[in-house]
């Protein structure tokens, strides 16, 4: 899962620390992998949160339980409006695959 927010001017450390909340019962959720949250160094009011899960239905299980709104909710009120989420999967993409030999 990928999101992009913009974090409301003055509310970064509420953010932070309401984002660490979240990623405390997000590590114990079944099926969660990895998580990252980056800063913009262009724009530092833009925030970048990745989320990996091992499959598509573990994050649905987390972003449907019930717990789970009023558990983002002191987040989600330090974020503007106009904010985005995407859920993505990886594709194959032959990296892993040995360059042809010279010779």
């Not at 927010?5 to 405390?24: H, N």
């Not at 833009?46 to 709104?69: C, G, M, N």
């Amino acid at each position: 899962m990928v999101r992009l927010l913009r974090v409301r001017e003055g509310r970064e450390a509420d953010f932070v620390e309401s984002y660490q909340g979240v990623l405390e019962r997000a590590v114990r959720s079944p099926g969660h992998l990895r998580e990252q949250l980056c800063r913009s160094v262009d724009d530092p009011g833009q925030w970048l949160l990745t989320s990996e899960w091992e499959s598509f239905e573990a994050i649905k299980r987390w972003r449907t339980d019930p717990d789970h709104a009023a558990l983002v909710e002191p987040m989600n009120a330090c974020l503007h409006d106009d904010r985005w989420t995407g859920v993505f999967e990886i594709v194959p993409s032959g990296t892993g695959a040995r360059k042809p030999r010279r010779g």
